[in-house]
């Protein structure tokens, strides 16, 4: 009997170590197409692509169901999928709506968590204040979702402020390479090529579109659909008409570049005129009071001494 038993462990054993085995060489083995995928040139990763083998999918494995529902629980409270969604393509986020979700309710799970460990203890301590506590670990929660939320939109600001100042740059790049005698399409390449910001990656985009197929003046109109600054709409539907109509494309760059320039002057002056009553803060709190106590304080201190 005791020898049976100790096959039987003995079988169980090198069954395990034999399944622990072809797993770790199956996660180690490197897909077909994640090899091949640097090699294709401007190409976008795609989304069914499967990612390679890491710690973190076992951790996705295991709280990926519950982190699902609850992101789906959060959609269904908030809704907006299709705000989400254009904002994400804004902020150059490779994500989709559930992802965000997801992330929300992670932010939101951190919050609590911050909460709920001070929370814990003053509840031990104090039983009956267990109620309110919990209600504020539960605002705090969505409080972490919201915050998420909000990041999103700082995201899609600062990004699109990056762009408008690239703007100017690139347009004149693109204009010279044009007026040298290179098609719109080699333009784009030594512009990319060239130069780095969120702008160039935005013409990688229509670049790599275009070489797969894509009529360039659809990826222009494409760019100019999924953009949120009305400068850049204009300049990409300015771009496809003037190769579809055959206009002279160094012109319309050059004053599209101008007109961005100016716009930011502009806007800089404007700034500069909303912040002068800022600029008054510290002269009237701060150095104000200074003048007048160093002013006043020698009379104050002579009345002292002269009166008895």
Do not use: K
Request: charged share 20%.
């Amino acid at each position: 009997m005791t020898l049976f038993v100790g096959g039987l462990l003995g079988a169980v054993l090198g069954t395990g170590g034999w399944m622990v085995l072809t797993a770790v060489l199956d996660a180690r083995r490197t897909p077909l197409g994640v090899r091949v995928m640097p090699y294709l040139r401007d190409l976008p990763r795609p989304d069914n692509l499967p990612a390679p083998a890491s710690s973190s999918n076992a951790l996705a494995g295991v709280f990926g169901p519950v982190l699902a529902a609850a992101a789906r629980g959060v959609e269904r409270v908030l809704g907006g999928a299709a705000s989400v969604r254009r904002r994400l393509q804004r902020a150059g986020l490779e994500m989709d709506v559930a992802q965000f979700r997801v992330e929300q309710v992670i932010w939101g799970v951190v919050a609590f968590t911050v909460v709920a460990v001070p929370s814990a203890m003053i509840a031990a301590s104090s039983p009956e204040r267990s109620v309110p506590l919990l209600i504020f670990c539960v605002i705090a929660f969505v409080l972490g979702v919201l915050l998420r939320e909000n990041r999103l939109t700082a995201q899609v600001a600062h990004r699109e402020r990056l762009i408008l100042q690239e703007f100017p740059t690139v347009a004149e790049l693109l204009a010279l390479a044009v007026a040298a005698g290179e098609s719109p399409v080699a333009a784009l390449d030594r512009v990319v090529r060239r130069s780095n910001g969120e702008l160039s990656f935005e013409l990688g985009r229509v670049l790599a579109q275009v070489r797969t197929g894509t009529p360039i003046t659809r990826a222009f109109d494409e760019l100019a659909s999924r953009s949120g600054l009305a400068v850049v709409s204009r300049f990409a539907e300015g771009i496809a008409i003037a190769v579809e109509r055959g206009t002279p494309l160094s012109d319309v760059l050059h004053a599209q570049a101008g007109d961005v320039r100016e716009a930011g002057r502009r806007a800089l002056i404007e700034s500069g005129a909303r912040r002068e009553v800022l600029m008054m803060v510290p002269v009237v709190f701060l150095v104000l009071p200074t003048v007048v106590v160093f002013a006043f304080w020698p009379g104050l201190v002579g009345l002292r001494l002269v009166v008895p």
